[in-house]
């Protein structure tokens, strides 16, 4: 049942990204119909799906960078009915999302310990931030949740005061 609830997500969105301004600095900003979300990343940007999330993919090699933006359609209704907050919704979407990372992280014998930053409010719901060191890196995880979807935000860098790091989680509005 859950699968034939994400092919039609994934295809709405994987077709209906609009881009919304194109920039002559080598960065686009991304609009993504059917969602509420907008944010700006460095082209190229490769598209996939992964665990039914439409994920959005950029790197900056030269100055070791990674960008990542995952959506995944939330059934705010369904979480209504059954008393489910938006606290509770994007507590799970994060253990699960940064459980899988650090499975990958272990398969690249680099272990990674997430930390929680804290909760922030976001409009019509919640949001959470987490780190850890992996290597030389410093990965920065967000997670938000509105009536709409879920969000997941990451930055990789070794430099987390570097500009293109700091845009691109300023760019994001779920």
Not at 6 to 27: E, Q, R
Not at 47 to 64: N, R, T
Not at 88 to 110: D, E, G, L, S, Y
Request: hydrophobic fraction near 40%; aromatic fraction near 10%; charge should be positive.
């Amino acid at each position: 049942m859950r699968k034939n609830t994400i092919l039609p997500l994934s295809f709405v969105l994987c077709s209906a990204a609009l881009i919304a301004g194109c920039s002559t600095d080598g960065w686009k900003k991304m609009s993504i119909d059917g969602a509420t979300v907008s944010f700006e990343m460095p082209e190229p940007i490769k598209q996939v799906e992964d665990q039914g999330m439409v994920m959005y993919l950029a790197q900056k090699p030269e100055q070791k960078l990674s960008f990542r933006v995952g959506i995944l359609k939330r059934d705010f209704e369904k979480d209504q009915q059954q008393g489910v907050t938006d606290e509770k919704v994007v507590t799970a979407f994060a253990q699960r999302v940064i459980q899988a990372n650090q499975q990958q992280f272990a398969q690249m014998k680099m272990p990674a310990n997430f930390q929680f930053n804290g909760a922030f409010p976001v409009e019509n719901g919640q949001g959470l931030q987490f780190q850890a060191q992996v290597g030389k890196a410093l990965v920065l995880d967000r997670f938000y949740v509105n009536k709409v979807g879920l969000y997941y935000v990451e930055v990789t860098t070794q430099d987390p005061k570097n500009a293109d790091a700091n845009r691109f989680l300023n760019s994001f509005h779920p």
